[in-house]
């Protein structure tokens, strides 16, 4: 079993900045692509950043291009999301997936369905 938990959430005034962690368990991290997903309320959940588990493949939403970067440290078992110039609309609950199907190490899923497990979520508010 993975465990995934979140950290760093909180409440900021917009053009802040936060970073959220994920730490993970398991024996063979280094061989999951990883995601930060969002979701506010009546929203779906979309993913908002991916890393494969080499690192040299990321994805990010369009609407956080240029503002967020995700990261590893897979000696640490821990994924990164540094939140630059925050927006209202960037509000919502963070979870921080793991894809356990390996793929290759440049392989990143863009799919909800294809993550395996989940954090519980952390909340970012950020305020006009």
């Known amino acids: 079993q993975v465990q995934l938990v979140e950290s760093g959430g909180g409440l900021v005034q917009a053009g802040g900045s936060l970073r959220l962690s994920c730490a993970a368990s398991?024996?063979?991290?280094?061989?999951?692509?990883m995601g930060w997903f969002r979701q506010a309320p009546g929203k779906e959940r979309e993913l908002v950043a991916g890393?494969?588990?080499?690192?040299?493949?990321?994805y990010y939403v369009d609407s956080v291009k240029g503002r967020f970067t995700i990261s590893r440290d897979n000696a640490k078992n821990t994924v990164f999301l540094q939140m630059n110039s925050l927006k209202p609309e960037d509000t919502a609950v963070y979870y921080c997936?793991?894809?356990?199907?390996?793929?290759?190490?440049?392989?990143?899923?863009?799919?909800?369905?294809?993550?395996?497990?989940w954090g519980q979520g952390t909340q970012v508010t950020v305020s006009s």
């Open positions: 997936a793991a894809d356990l199907t390996y793929s290759g190490s440049y392989y990143l899923a863009i799919r909800r369905i294809d993550y395996d497990y």
């Open positions: 398991g024996r063979t991290f280094t061989s999951y692509a």
């Open positions: 890393i494969s588990s080499s690192a040299g493949r990321t």
